[in-house]
């Protein structure tokens, strides 16, 4: 079953999509503790139905907001977390992440080529995912005003908030919570590769920015 919701707005809530999801999360968990009643017409009969959610699919940037993570800067991937491997560059200070190669499998040819990509061999093994408990406990005592507010926190954090999700009972206890939209993903990088390829005056990545950081990587 695909739940949908509307947000009436011209803006995205952000971080308050806990107020807007609050009236779910109550429901959510009535399904998974006392259930409700559904007739069985088959066997005619009554039976007491229990649902739980399995995870959200989402693009990244809800992903942010569903999750309580920050998903930009330099520490932007949610899983890798501290581990991010990230630069900024000296052209057009865009933020790239790197170290991609060592979530391939080991001995993975690509992660032996150099010129191809930073003239290193890749070496390092990917981060370990948090667990959902380890999660739960960086954000439990996480002081989040919901709201329109001009007071920022002295404190910087790459966890904001202590996501609603976590009033369900199982949620720090599933493997995967979050889901990305595999839709956006593949629309990106084929909008990315074809604007590219085109040369399409304002779109194109080939800019000079991007030679210039080939030239200072060496590529």
């Known amino acids: 079953m695909m739940l949908s919701m ?26 998974w503790d006392q259930g409700v009643d559904v007739f069985d017409e088959f066997a005619n009969e009554t039976f007491k139905m229990h649902d739980m959610l399995f995870c959200t699919i989402n693009d990244f940037s809800a992903y942010g907001n569903l999750s309580g993570y920050s998903v930009k800067g330099h520490k932007s991937c ?20 790197l170290q991609h190669r060592r979530f391939l499998r080991s001995h993975n040819p690509y992660q032996r080529l150099k010129k191809a990509f930073n003239g ?3 070496t390092s093994t990917p981060p370990t995912p948090l667990t959902g408990v ?24 790459i966890w904001n908030k202590k996501s609603i999700f976590f009033d369900l009972p199982y949620w720090s206890r599933l493997e995967v919570r979050h889901c990305i ?13 074809i604007v590219t390829l085109l040369n399409i005056n304002g ?5 000079l920015n991007a030679r210039l950081y080939l030239i200072e990587m060496n590529i």
């Not at 990230?86 to 865009?94: A, E, F, L, N, Y």
């Not at 939209?181 to 590769?193: A, G, I, R």
């Open 203 to 207: 779109k194109t990545k080939d800019g």
């Open 120 to 122: 290193h061999q890749e």
């Open 181 to 193: 939209d595999v839709m956006h993903v593949e629309k990106n990088v084929c909008d990315s590769l």
């Open 78 to 97: 949610p899983i890798c977390e501290e581990n991010t491997t990230s630069q900024q560059i000296k052209h057009g200070r865009k933020i790239l992440y």
């Open 134 to 157: 380890e999660v739960y406990e960086k954000v439990n005592n996480i002081d989040h005003t919901f709201g329109k507010s001009k007071m920022k926190s002295p404190v910087t954090n």
């Open 6 to 31: 509307m947000i009436s707005s011209s803006k995205k809530p952000g971080n308050d999509i806990n107020v807007y999801l609050s009236s779910l999360i109550e429901d959510l968990k009535l399904m």
